[in-house]
């Protein structure tokens, strides 16, 4: 009888693995949930109150199952006990950590047979923040408000520590939840988050992950020391790997690059026979959860398994946000400081075209017109507006000129000030000369639009990443 249940716990396995192994902790739940008695070793997992308004079973309103994983730099477990010392040496990090998010996946699984797309937000995007903290890098609004709510509640005359502790990172929680939810117009369904030690014990669990480096590496701050080419990383190796950005080209869009390639190496692992077929490796397993992973408290496992029997095998792809500029000068007074510049309308048409979304005005061919001296500028923004649904027209370079327009003809009044508005607010101008059709767009010298830069996502960047890939990265 046994033998005849084990096809059914591999299905589940393969079936869950595809839809979440997307993150960390997901990934885990694939392995774990070999069948459905073995999600209840997952008790112990801790939970919190981040999603508002969550059923379980519910159908998302936007057409799309919605986890948002959060990687925390915290020294402390999800419980809020200091990690050892030796483990700290190990992890090469410091005694105090800054309660920042250091990554931040949103995973998107649509209603439906259709694949898995899971994307990132680099840390240091410079966004609006919630409540009145102003804006700020996205990955402050947990540390900020938890911070705050600690200062409220002292001064509310709450003196029990626990609860201070408590209380402040939930709401640390449920602002990046958030500030995610106001960037890239998701509503998140569901929330996860591990900490430092959670890849390091996660990767021990599963016997190692191979990841492959197109050439040799080596940084003191992350304690990375990679030679080129195919290798296999568990423990301190496995932080290192998605912790390093110095010395890569595009440096924090590397490292998301990183964490990506990681993921989807972790997703073979886990979901190969080595790992599924070995009692002791899924005990280890789910162990390294209950360690280091929290949830939120609506995310109902056994029916999640349930939904994931309508997704396809198609695989699941990981990509970067689009980004307008990866320098980004953004406080005049600190001329050093540097943030990763983004653009909300482009990231939410981005996120919605995950889904199937319907595209804007599709019958609309854009010609894009670089009048600017940067470089393949024509290019990068053609393929911003193709990915948000427009028709690709003629991209040329053309004498140069200060200011950007977007042309068109009359008939086309709405598509052109929609193209105005993606492109960053530029004017726009009723013309004759434009061709039947066509909406034109003159690149001037001070642009500083979407594609400005090759960030990522639709804006130029390298490749999905997919567990079948080749996945070799800086």
């Given at each position: 009888?046994?033998?005849k249940r ?11 693995g ?108 410079y ?10 890098k ?20 709450v003196?029990d ?18 500030v ?49 080419g ?5 423990g301190?190796?496995?932080?290192a ?36 077929a070995?009692?002791?490796r ?13 949830l ?33 000068r ?49 290019a ?41 508005k ?53």
């Amino acid at each position: 009888m046994q033998q005849k249940r084990a096809p059914r716990r591999l299905g589940g396995v393969r079936i869950l693995g595809k839809a979440v192994v997307a993150c960390v902790a997901c990934a885990v739940f694939g392995a774990t949930a070999y069948g459905y008695t073995a999600l209840s070793s997952l008790d112990g997992v801790e939970r919190v109150d981040v999603i508002d308004g969550a059923k379980p079973g519910e159908q998302p309103a936007d057409g799309s199952l919605d986890i948002l994983l959060v990687g925390r730099d915290a020294r402390d477990d999800q419980f809020g006990n200091p990690l050892p010392a030796e483990v700290l040496r190990e992890l090469r990090a410091g005694a105090n950590g800054d309660d920042l998010t250091d990554t931040l996946m949103v995973l998107r699984i649509p209603n439906g047979k259709k694949d898995v797309r899971a994307f990132s937000i680099p840390r240091d995007s410079y966004v609006q923040l919630p409540g009145d903290l102003g804006k700020g890098k996205i990955n402050s609004a947990f540390g900020l408000t938890k911070l705050a709510e600690a200062g409220r509640l002292r001064k509310a005359g709450v003196t029990d520590k626990a609860k201070i502790y408590k209380d402040s990172l939930t709401a640390g929680r449920r602002a990046t939840r958030q500030v995610v939810e106001d960037l890239t117009g998701v509503k998140i369904d569901h929330y996860a988050e591990v900490n430092l030690l959670s890849f390091y014990e996660i990767s021990k669990a599963v016997g190692g992950v191979d990841v492959c480096l197109k050439k040799a590496t080596k940084d003191e701050n992350s304690g990375a020391d990679f030679p080129a080419g195919p290798q296999t990383i568990s423990g301190s190796e496995a932080l290192a790997f998605v912790r390093q950005r110095d010395g890569l080209p595009r440096t924090d869009l590397d490292r998301v690059r990183r964490q990506q390639v990681f993921l989807a190496a972790l997703a073979r692992s886990v979901l190969s026979q080595g790992t599924l077929a070995n009692p002791g490796r899924l005990s280890d397993l789910i162990e390294a959860v209950k360690k280091s992973v929290v949830l939120d408290e609506s995310w109902d496992l056994l029916d999640f398994v349930r939904q994931m029997n309508g997704i396809s095998g198609g695989g699941i792809q990981f990509d970067t946000v689009p980004v307008v500029n990866v320098d980004y000068r953004y406080n005049p007074s600190k001329p050093t400081a540097t943030a990763v510049q983004v653009d909300p309308v482009q990231i939410k048409a981005f996120a919605a075209g995950l889904i199937g979304a319907a595209p804007a005005t599709p019958q609309v061919a854009v010609d894009v017109l670089n009048a600017s001296p940067k470089d393949g500028l024509a290019a990068r923004v053609s393929s911003v507006l193709t990915g948000k649904g427009f028709a690709q027209g003629r991209t040329d370079n053309v004498p140069a000129r200060r200011t950007s327009l977007v042309r068109f003809p009359a008939d086309l009044a709405a598509a052109g000030a929609d193209i105005a508005k993606q492109l960053g607010g530029l004017t726009t101008q009723v013309s004759g000369d434009v061709p039947a059709g066509h909406v034109e767009v003159l690149l001037g010298q001070v642009y500083n639009g979407p594609g400005v830069s090759d960030g990522g996502g639709a804006a130029g960047g390298p490749p999905p990443i997919s567990p079948d890939g080749d996945n070799c990265v800086d």
